[in-house]
């Protein structure tokens, strides 16, 4: 791609002009429990070239929340607070906002085992063990050099999967496609997931509400009753 990441981010941004291009700029990897310290001008995000090149653009903002850069004329704004965070997509976050925004998901090139917007879809319905009981407090170096200490933080966790149930998400992958939450399209040679965050998380209410057991511990296919 032209210009390599920094194009790619230039571009979208310069598309949502009007909006917000929020990356994931994750490090679970690195900000853990054996290792409870985030600075926010120099922790190294953990997934790869594109956030790596994200997290540090002076024309982004970084969140306090170690998993985000938000591009656009309210990307302060949209990030304020994020640091008093306790688990890792809450309601009223970043992601979990997407829902009210009615905003778009891309998944470029992957499919929804990579979709971090459906564990905010996890909290928001209280899904049960969903959150690691056990949490731990984080020092946060702001951008200022400020030091910050986050509440108790709990990860992602479920103990009945034997990993995280994010492998699991492409189980609702037929459910989405239809309810029409997701489309595809094409961008260069990857296939892109366009996903609607509202329609997705309408669609996981109503898988959930008819579920007698947990659907993303296993690579079960969802029961089409659950969602026609």
């Keep these: 791609m032209e210009n ?49 090149v994200a997290a540090f653009r002076t024309d982004g903002v970084r969140s ?39 905003g778009k998901v891309l998944l470029i090139g992957v499919g929804h085992d990579k979709n971090t917007y459906l564990h905010a879809v996890d909290e928001r319905l209280q899904i049960p063990d969903r959150l690691n009981p056990e949490p731990f407090t984080i020092t946060i170096k702001d951008h200022e050099g400020n030091m910050l200490v986050s ?42 997931y366009v996903c609607d965050a509202r329609k997705m998380t309408d669609t996981a209410q109503r898988i959930w509400a008819k579920a007698d057991r947990d659907l993303c511990i296993s690579h079960e296919p969802i029961p089409a009753e659950y969602y026609r």
């Design 64 to 102: 306090l929340h170690r998993a985000h850069t938000v591009f656009g004329k309210s990307a302060a704004e949209w990030v304020e607070g994020e640091e008093h965070s306790a688990s890792p997509a809450p309601v009223g976050g970043c992601l979990s906002r997407l829902y009210e925004e009615s």
């Design 151 to 192: 509440p108790p933080f709990h990860t992602h966790f479920t103990a009945a999967a034997d990993t995280c149930v994010s492998e699991y998400y492409p189980n609702y992958k037929e459910a989405f496609e239809y309810t029409g939450a997701v489309t595809y399209s094409q961008l260069g040679n990857a296939l892109v």
């Design 4 to 52: 390599g990441a920094d194009g790619f981010i230039d571009a979208f941004s310069e598309y949502l002009s009007d909006g917000l291009f929020i990356v994931p700029t994750h490090t679970w990897n690195s900000v853990c429990r054996s290792n409870p310290f985030y600075d926010v001008r120099s922790t190294m995000p953990c997934i790869g070239t594109l956030a790596r």
